[in-house]
């Protein structure tokens, strides 16, 4: 992750762009992905994406045939009041877009994964089938 560097006293290279344009005043959102966890239990696995203030519209989960899950989140968030006569001096737009790809384990029941969102987290129930045998393929060396 890259920070802002910060000038101190003894920078020796003075930065009259930086201070025209000085922002540090003004609060800053904090864009970050948002959290993902993966547990595992007897019978599933679990994955949870915490993304305050979406709803189950916000999201798109698919799996692919190669047992790729993928889940996608858009969110947009455009506070207007129709009846009021808005004079706003600062406003900044809320936009998520978020994309996380998992590639599946064998044992995962594809056609039995169910999503939800409850409380502004994406639950993502796999569940597992009996253990899977690997077939082993004997190659012949001639």
């Not at 003894?10 to 948002?34: E, G, I």
């Not at 978020?98 to 502004?120: C, S």
Request: hydrophobic share 30%.
């Amino acid at each position: 992750m890259l920070y802002p560097v910060l000038r101190d006293m003894n920078n020796w290279l003075s930065n009259d762009f930086d201070d025209m344009f000085n922002t540090s005043w003004m609060p800053r959102m904090n864009v970050t992905a948002p959290a993902i966890n993966v547990k595992e239990t007897e019978k599933s696995y679990e994955v949870e994406v915490a993304a305050p203030g979406t709803t189950k519209d916000d999201f798109k989960v698919n799996v692919d045939k190669d047992g790729c899950l993928t889940i996608r989140m858009e969110h947009k968030s455009d506070k207007k009041d129709e009846n009021k006569k808005e004079h706003y001096l600062r406003r900044e737009f809320s936009y998520s877009n978020y994309e996380q790809a998992l590639t599946l384990p064998d044992d995962v029941e594809k056609d039995k994964i169910e999503a939800k969102v409850d409380n502004g987290v994406l639950h993502v129930t796999l569940p597992r089938t009996a253990k899977v045998e690997k077939e082993t393929k004997r190659i012949e060396v001639v």
